[in-house]
């Protein structure tokens, strides 16, 4: 699944995700009524009152969440549909859609009116009193479907109130731009009208991960929706055309403008992202940074009137089409790109446009099948938005076999004294590669060993193992089943669909703890596995589901350290394979092969997987690519930051000491052999002396 490539730019490559595909074309298979497989799952529960679709970009939500809304409207006797979209450009992808011509038994019709994304004006407070009386009136009538932005909605439910959305459904496209922190207006009104209970509610996602780490939903809220999921690993193995698709993040120095061309290949149909103004790697001159990208390119031979695309003639003699989306000196011009960039008429023309240039634009929503690298300069923090970026390019399209995803970064030199910046980037590109990794991978059902072989799943040529840890797959919904000894299992409803449903958003939490990604990787020789696996990893999940018991929040634990170290463990196997030169031989299989080899040859057990660093696999990786310099003095760095037990430390030690007992009939011994038993007895002590410490604070206070 990985495979470490050379750095166009330099000598120092941060790990690149890389993936084969099946091709199996199921993706684009439609049933009878005209459904992809998504949308069937997804249709098979249209009649839930509270829906959330995660599924990735191009999977067909929008049409998915129409075959649902007409249902609701014609069987399920509500009264509306209102579809919400984070911002107009989204809206023309609930445009009229004649479905009875593909079998489905009625067809998506918005009246011209009623798609407010269209209405002239931007969403704000002036303009937003006109669109909330558009609402109020469409309320009154009897049309059914209303298009609208979520700025919209949320003016309009704050003047009409959540009783006028009684017996309608309400459905959230982008749901991921909604916070349960109450600052959110637009979840605190999706928390009111789950409580009023009156409205029925589609929510819809290609990443439900949000870059600033508040909750989608908060858990009670969430509990209520039924989910459907949909991996990008099911969609990418079920393509036709689309055969690979690799990630990479590249460090470089000098300026971006200079850099960039090592890696921006005009043969390619590729969408450039530069960095926003207060980036480090911007030149503080977007539309100089245009130009010198463009001059790089080849000759400028002018702009296309029709079009406004910019006409560039490469040293070959080929014409290249760009459009800048950059430059916003010129409104009408504006319009004109993004107009010719949306024209129906030239959706399957892959000639139309060779490379798009933008700045904020051109993530979500965007539309373009030919894409097949997208560029992007400067890191960017949230998950989402790199999820975002990466579906851009992860069409299919006939002819177009492989797609990549490339990430600039600046990086200073290595005898600089200050290389904090860098690190900072540097830890947040490796969390963002491996938090890819986890989200291409593939959905793991783990059980404990002998739960028994689960009806679709294929366990290799010789069956169901009794008495071994097995691993099984099923092909039709792209699920492991692997294995473990001794694995705890979740207990109430809540932690089962965290454990199936959600592992990649407390994976998120754990791969974005700086803490944690400076120690896994750089701090490897004074910090022990468990201190990752179980005392960290342990924190989060206690922070993000107090409520639940403890048996469950050890379920969740270790459920979750399973799924990222089953994918690494693989990944290190998959290296090796590569290194003995069976890479190709492997092909799509790779993956499946690696976690067999991982799972098979040790006998998987819960204490050896919490016995592995979780980041072992990027450390193989970075520790030949980077230069040796620097990365002593990123580990000296952070040795030297190094603290001792933190009374919440002791007390975690201290509580898995209590288990150690439990399990062996005696305490942990500071003079084991076992330095994570050598650690558990650490913390018992550590934790005398701060209960010594509160005691004496205590009697002081006392004695006057």
């Keep these: 699944m990985s495979k470490h490539t050379g750095n166009p730019t330099n000598t120092y ?208 809220d969430e509990s209520k929706f039924e989910t459907v999921t949909y991996t990008y690993y099911e969609q990418l193995n079920g393509y036709t055309w689309l055969k690979s698709l690799d990630l990479g993040y590249f460090f470089y120095t000098g300026p971006y403008v200079d850099a960039i061309h090592k890696v921006l290949d005009p043969s390619l149909k590729t969408i450039v992202h530069i960095p926003n103004v207060n980036a480090r790697e911007s030149l503080k001159d977007k539309q100089r940074e245009v130009e010198e990208i463009m001059h790089g390119l080849g000759e400028w031979k002018g702009v296309d009137p029709t079009t406004g695309f910019h006409l560039i003639e490469t040293p070959e003699g080929r014409t290249l089409k760009l459009a800048d989306l950059v430059d916003d000196s010129d409104a009408s011009q504006r319009t004109k790109v993004l107009s010719s960039l949306k024209d129906p008429a030239h959706k399957n023309n892959r000639s139309h446009i060779d490379i798009i240039i933008a700045l904020g634009m051109a993530k979500e929503g965007f539309d373009w099948i030919w894409c097949e690298h997208a560029l992007t300069v400067g890191y960017r923090s949230s998950l989402t938005e790199i999820v975002q970026i990466i579906g851009r390019a992860t069409r299919d399209a006939q002819g177009k076999t492989s797609a990549r995803f490339t990430n600039l970064i600046a990086e200073p030199a290595a005898d600089q004294s200050l290389v904090t910046e860098a690190v900072n980037d540097m830890l947040k590109a490796i969390s963002a590669s491996l938090l890819m990794e986890q989200v291409l991978a593939p959905r793991y059902e783990f059980t404990p060993k002998d739960a028994g072989p689960k009806d679709g799943f294929d366990y290799g040529p010789d069956g169901y193992q009794t008495g071994h840890t097995n691993v099984g797959v099923n092909e039709a919904t792209g699920q492991y089943h692997v294995e473990i000894n001794g694995l705890t299992t979740p207990e109430s409803k809540e932690a089962t669909r965290i454990c199936k449903e959600d592992l990649n958003e407390v ?15 750089f701090d490897k020789e004074n910090v022990l596995p468990q201190e990752l696996t179980q005392l960290r990893m342990g924190k989060i999940v206690r922070e993000r589901y107090p409520d639940l018991s403890d048996e469950d929040q050890e379920a969740i634990r270790q459920h979750a350290i399973a799924a990222m170290n089953v994918t690494q463990q693989a990944k290190l196997e998959i290296s090796k394979a590569s290194a003995n030169g069976d890479d190709e031989q492997q092909g799509s299989t790779a993956l499946l092969d690696g976690v067999r080899k991982f799972v098979n040859v040790r006998e998987l057990d819960i204490e050896l997987v919490d016995a592995i660093n979780p980041f072992e696999a990027a450390y193989a990786v970075l520790s030949k690519s980077m230069d040796e310099k620097l990365l002593r003095q990123v580990q000296a760095a952070i040795e030297s930051k190094k603290a001792n037990i933190t009374e919440e430390e002791a007390r975690d030690l201290a509580k898995r000491a209590l288990e150690f007992k439990k399990e062996r009939g005696r305490l942990p011994d500071l003079q084991s052999a076992d330095a994570w038993e050598r650690r558990l007895a650490d913390g018992v002590a550590a934790l005398a002396r701060y209960v010594a410490q509160a005691k004496a604070a205590e009697a002081k206070k006392n004695n006057g």
């Design 13 to 220: 490559t941060v790990p690149s995700v890389s993936i084969k595909t099946a091709h199996t074309g199921a993706s684009n298979k439609a049933n009878e009524l005209g459904m992809r497989t998504m949308q069937e799952r997804a249709y098979a529960k249209r009649g839930e009152q509270y829906l959330l679709i995660k599924s990735p970009p191009a999977s067909g939500k929008s049409r998915a969440l129409m075959f649902i809304a007409l249902d609701k409207l014609n069987n399920q006797g509500l009264k509306q549909a209102i579809v919400v979209v984070p911002e107009r450009s989204i809206g023309s992808s609930f445009a009229d859609e004649p479905l009875t011509q593909f079998g489905f038994y009625w067809d998506w019709q918005v009246a011209p009116q009623w798609n407010l994304c269209n209405a002239p004006g931007a969403d704000d407070t002036k303009v937003a009193k006109s669109k909330v009386d558009a609402v109020r009136k469409f309320l009154s009538s009897d049309d059914k479907v209303l298009v609208c932005t979520h700025a919209t909605f949320r003016f309009a439910v704050d003047e009409l109130g959540i009783q006028s959305f009684d017996d309608r459904l309400i459905a959230i496209d982008e749901f991921h731009h909604v916070s349960s922190n109450p600052d959110s207006i637009l979840g605190s009104q999706l928390t009111a009208l789950i409580a009023r209970d009156k409205a029925h509610v589609v929510a819809m996602t290609g990443s439900y991960f949000r870059g600033d780490s508040e909750a989608v939903l908060s858990p009670g």
């Design 507 to 521: 994976i998120t939490t754990f791969l974005q703890d700086k803490t944690t990604l400076e120690q896994g990787l």
